[in-house]
């Protein structure tokens, strides 16, 4: 995730950050561009299809109590691991052999990406390999050849949020009995991933595109690679009128930039709303020619696109430093949480759920209906990041006891809103379709101010928790002026929202919510939003294709939460975290709203 101030790859002018515009709202402007997530370099991985956050990881492994399966020695054990991919086994490698051992600790690792948005299940097995063997190489083993000792089973997230990062798990047979050992596998992060370098940027004497008044300079920086160009990775913002522009502080990550001396072309742009900005001028570069520029004091000249001819203007670097940036596994591993709510549309455009085209259907068949979809892949991935696993569930635009509600809580058997664990959510949506009434209209304002009010009750007990919640819906909204006053509001809180559309609706409210166009929302008193907190994903348009509805809807929540975290300079916990509390306790029942 970039940290560095960028927007709108298409253009807006607020997405490259003009001076007065929504950014120097809530806060020092410096403090609030760091840590965001960097729209130009996400718009090249979606263009491919690639989305959301790719952490590397390392995968150490170690055994203990293996069974021995030798009759004059001990066990020569093995270890292959397989991620699970559509129901097909894929095999990710294989550890080296150690032979005459039942407490095995393997040299070699096993690496993968991370990925935040989907269920990343791992399959542990272990297996004695016989000594006629010693000499193949590991990968030309066939494995219906060796000894069985036991396999384990979990998903990648259950390692990354343990505090020190490894897990510990009993071996199973391969129908599933209990066996004796265990195994513990470690994850480490690349340290790679959290160095980064600030640098401070400004011009001197750039030519003037405009007529009338001064060019409005923003720049833009690409790493070069070979087989695809330059690719985008930052974007600073722009600085109206004036051809001596001092920029806001920038960061790049190592993830990024790559090596220090890999090549980057750095290009100044006059800005135009059209979106055809005009190049002021261009150069090449590297970090560690920009870190020669700062220790020198001199300026780097501009030159047309293709390097031909000499432009007017330079640039010099005021500031350069390397730092450390706490990554989202830094946070999660350290006890930090990620809390789930729900709320769920229960308007009468849904359609009456006892005939098969409601949205709201439960077909006997067990296949899920749109909510039910949504509610368990969201659900299935973040469950792992809250470790009481009792998730807020409400519903709105239903009648219950005789007038319509616009927040109730959807396990309406008791007065508390809270259910346990996804299946709790899935069991309460479906007994409030027998207990409630289908109404109207659509108001998403209640069911924010009431997660905005329980993200702001657990602030007074502590700092670790952040909380997600998702709104599934399929109607146009009554009360949008209310939804963004909400929204713009809950943009100062340890909060963001995910929306998913349902059904054939007209969706372009949905979208005006969601700032990924680079204008951050503005509430009817003219405050603009601290940060864009939505993410909104209309089902018809994404199901069938190479992304997911989980993963479109979840991409963005990474750089949401170091976001927040960052601009408020909240740290990952040094030590292990206290037992988790009940943050809802004093906040009072949704009730009927």
Request: proline fraction near 5%; include cysteine; aromatic fraction near 8%.
């Amino acid at each position: 995730m970039g940290g560095c101030f960028s927007g709108d790859v298409r253009g807006g002018m607020e997405a490259v950050g003009v001076g007065g515009g929504g950014r120097s709202h809530g806060g020092p402007a410096a403090a609030q561009q760091q840590g965001g997530p960097n729209d130009a370099v996400d718009h090249f991985f979606q263009a491919r299809g690639l989305r959301g956050l790719y952490t590397p990881v390392e995968l150490s492994f170690s055994a203990t109590k293996l069974r021995n399966m030798d009759a004059f020695s001990k066990s020569d054990p093995m270890l292959v691991v397989y991620t699970n991919i559509n129901g097909k086994l894929e095999e990710i490698g294989r550890t080296e052999v150690i032979l005459n051992s039942l407490e095995p600790s393997w040299i070699t690792k096993a690496t993968m990406s991370y990925q935040f948005e989907i269920v990343q299940p791992l399959i542990f097995r272990i297996y004695d390999v016989d000594t006629k063997y010693h000499h193949t190489p590991v990968k030309m083993l066939n494995l219906s050849h060796q000894d069985f000792l036991g396999e384990a089973c979990c998903n990648l997230s259950e390692i990354v949020t343990k505090f020190n990062h490894s897990l510990t798990l009993k071996l199973r047979s391969d129908c599933g009995h209990g066996l004796h050992g265990t195994i513990t596998v470690h994850a480490e992060e690349s340290d790679s991933s959290r160095t980064a370098i600030e640098m401070t940027l400004h011009c001197l004497n750039l030519e003037n595109k405009d007529v009338f008044s001064k060019s409005d300079p923003f720049l833009r920086i690409s790493k070069l690679v070979e087989t695809a160009g330059p690719i985008p990775i930052c974007k600073t913002e722009v600085v109206t009128n004036n051809l001596n522009p001092v920029w806001r502080p920038i960061t790049l990550t190592s993830q990024q930039y790559g090596s220090k001396d890999n090549p980057l072309l750095v290009e100044c742009f006059d800005f135009d709303s059209s979106g055809d900005h005009e190049l002021i001028g261009a150069f090449q570069t590297t970090i560690t020619q920009l870190e020669n520029l700062y220790t020198s004091k001199s300026g780097a000249n501009f030159y047309s696109h293709k390097g031909q001819r000499k432009m007017k203007g330079q640039l010099f670097v005021d500031k350069l430093q390397e730092k450390i940036q706490h990554t989202f596994l830094d946070y999660i591993s350290s006890g930090f949480e990620l809390n789930f709510m729900v709320a769920v549309d229960f308007t009468a455009s849904n359609g009456d759920p006892r005939v098969p085209q409601s949205l709201h259907y439960i077909d006997p068949s067990g296949r899920p209906n749109s909510y039910q979809q949504a509610i368990l892949g969201v659900g299935e991935v973040l469950q792992f990041y809250d470790t009481d696993r009792r998730f807020p569930a409400w519903g709105f635009g239903a009648k219950t006891q005789g007038h319509v509600s616009h927040c109730f809580n959807l396990n309406t058997a008791t007065n508390d809103c809270e259910v346990v664990g996804v299946e709790g959510i899935m069991s309460a949506y479906t007994s409030s379709l027998y207990s409630v009434s289908l109404a109207g209209p659509t108001m998403f304002g209640p069911v924010i101010n009431k997660a905005a009010e329980i993200a702001t009750h657990s602030l007074q007990y502590s700092n670790n928790k952040y909380f997600v919640l998702l709104i599934i819906t399929d109607g146009v909204l009554t009360d949008i002026q209310e939804t963004k006053d909400c929204i713009v509001r809950a943009s100062d809180l340890p909060l963001s929202i995910l929306i998913v559309g349902v059904g054939n609706a007209d969706f372009k409210q949905m979208e005006i919510l969601d700032a990924d166009n680079g204008k951050r929302l503005e509430s009817s008193t003219g405050r603009i939003a601290t940060r864009d907190i939505v993410q909104f994903v209309p089902m018809r348009e994404v199901q069938g294709g190479p992304i997911s509805v989980v993963q479109s809807l979840l991409e963005e929540l990474p750089g949401q939460f170091l976001q927040y975290m960052r601009t408020r300079g909240i740290k990952p916990q040094q030590q292990a975290p206290a037992p988790p509390g009940n943050f809802l306790l004093g906040v009072p029942s949704c009730g009927q709203v």
